[in-house]
């Protein structure tokens, strides 16, 4: 049994939705007990999200944004089917049009959209892309239903980043897919809680849903289509030479997406690792290419790293003063006062002279996380025994990814003077105690710098 989830650049256009039809079908033909999960055209979710928004302000323009997104799928049916064949797929598309517009008429007029509102919007892009690409692989030799991951993918109310109760949902998915004979085309992205409200799994979130698939199906393989030739030692966009990973283990994966390697979501490894179900990353414009294997027993190789990824949009809070020398509970004070204000930590370093403790997280999260912060640190402020937080922007997170850093010296010496023969100034520095990553702070404008620096360094 295999997953095969494909993303949206896989899917964005009539042509490409050939292309990858071609692979599902050869694939289905050497290999019944396929399923497979489709994201939205590329583009499409943020095109709702605007949407969404544009509706709340009351403003008239999401009318030609709406009408917009209907021609895009319109003309998609129309290069995907002959006349004949494309009435049965135009009238279900037209149902989830009235229903959006429907819902989007209803956002207007309370001038309102709630997180719960957004993600019923989301869940569109989903499902219109599979609606047209089930019904294109059924008119092409290959006998196809779409499937809605509400009916098989249960979530918590935390409407944007749901939780997944893998319990319910494998017990879901075995039901409702063996009882299928015609291949099942799902729904990425999206789910449902108890009471049947729409939710969605975070952002790029499709590549977590094939995990949940495959670990409910005890798949054999989960496999990840998308526009690279696998996982690269670097972003492309940056390093465009980057090589392709032939294997990485599970949690160099992890680490890679994580620190923002948009290749795979970080949260795909989890049903992965637990059911020990291997990953690959393949590509659909270059389906001959071996692709990326991701899994815990890989052969023994000499890179000293593995990869090189980032995190922008970043920023730095340091909280200092010689009154917390020795101060119990600072931390977790510290820690706690973050959590209330629901501030997601990305990075922590704290120096040994327990003067400073620095904390990195997302810079739209720094408000809120500062004003927590005064409240919870108010008595040592105003006896200074802690002085003003000092709050950096425009910072960027690297992080140098490797198995094998462990336990070989040497390595951060080599980083950290390259990034000098840059004359990049680095903020901050944490590493793992598992010494896969090594991860530091640095201005956004040396970020390309700095990466390229690295790559030459270490892997070219
Ligand atoms: P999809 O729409 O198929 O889910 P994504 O855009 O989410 O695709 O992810 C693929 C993109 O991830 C690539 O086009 C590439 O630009 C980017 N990327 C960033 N870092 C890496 C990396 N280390 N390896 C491969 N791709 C990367
Ligand atoms: N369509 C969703 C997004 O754009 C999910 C995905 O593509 O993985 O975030
Ligand atoms: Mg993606």
Redesign the pocket.
């Known amino acids: 049994m295999k997953v095969m989830k494909f993303?949206?650049?896989?899917v964005k256009d009539a042509g490409r939705i050939k292309s990858t039809a071609e692979i599902i079908r050869a694939e289905n033909e050497k290999a019944p007990g396929l399923a497979v999960v489709l994201?939205a055209m590329?583009g499409v979710t943020d095109d709702l999200i605007s949407l969404a928004r544009t509706a709340e302000q009351g403003d008239q323009s999401y009318r030609e944004l709406f009408s917009a997104l209907i021609e895009r799928h319109e003309t998609a049916v129309d290069e995907l089917f002959s006349a004949q064949d494309a009435g049965g797929v135009k009238e279900k598309m037209q149902v989830l049009f009235s229903e959006l517009k429907d819902v989007l008429h209803g956002i207007e007029l309370v001038r309102e959209c709630s997180p719960r509102s957004l993600d019923l919007v989301m869940s569109f892009g989903e499902r219109l892309n599979c609606l047209q690409t089930a019904f294109y692989l059924s008119s092409h030799g290959c006998p196809a239903v779409m499937v809605d991951a509400r009916e098989i993918i249960r979530t918590d109310g935390s409407h944007g980043s749901a939780q997944v109760d893998f319990v319910v949902s494998y017990e879901k998915i075995r039901e409702k897919l063996s009882a299928l004979t015609a291949l099942p085309v799902i729904t990425g992205f999206i789910g449902s809680t108890a009471e049947g409200a729409t939710t969605t799994i975070g952002r790029?979130g499709s590549?977590f849903t094939a995990a949940i698939i495959g670990a409910g199906m005890s798949a054999d393989v989960i496999e990840i289509w998308?526009?690279?030739d696998g996982?690269?030692s670097?972003?492309?966009?940056i390093i465009p030479h980057a090589a392709v990973i032939p294997e990485i283990t599970i949690e160099e994966a992890m680490e890679?997406s994580f620190f923002g390697?948009?290749?795979i979501h970080p949260y795909t490894m989890i049903p992965a690792v637990e059911n020990r179900i291997p990953i690959l990353i393949k590509n659909t414009f270059n389906p001959g290419a071996a692709g990326t294997v991701i899994k815990d027993d890989i052969k023994p190789h000499n890179r000293s790293i593995t990869?090189i990824?980032s995190i922008s949009g970043v920023a730095l809070i340091n909280i200092q003063g010689g009154g917390m020398l020795g101060m119990r509970g600072i931390a977790s004070r510290v820690f706690g006062a973050l959590a209330k204000a629901e501030v997601n930590i990305i990075m922590i370093s704290q120096a040994s002279s327990e003067h400073s403790i620095c904390i990195v997280c997302k810079e739209q999260e720094t408000g809120r996380a500062l004003k927590e912060l005064t409240g919870e640190l108010s008595h040592e402020l105003e006896a200074k025994r802690i002085g003003r937080f000092e709050l950096t922007k425009n910072l960027e997170i690297v992080s140098v990814i490797g198995e094998n850093m462990r336990g070989t010296p040497g390595i951060s010496g080599k980083l950290f003077s390259s990034l000098g023969t840059e004359k990049v100034n680095v903020l901050a520095i944490a590493q793992g105690s598992s010494e896969r990553n090594i991860s530091f702070v640095i201005d956004r404008k040396d970020k390309d710098s700095a990466i390229k620096t690295i790559h030459k360094s270490f892997l070219e």
């Open positions: 993303g949206g650049t896989s994201s590329k790029n590549d998308t526009d690279v996982v690269l670097a972003d492309p966009k890679m390697a948009e290749v990869g990824a």
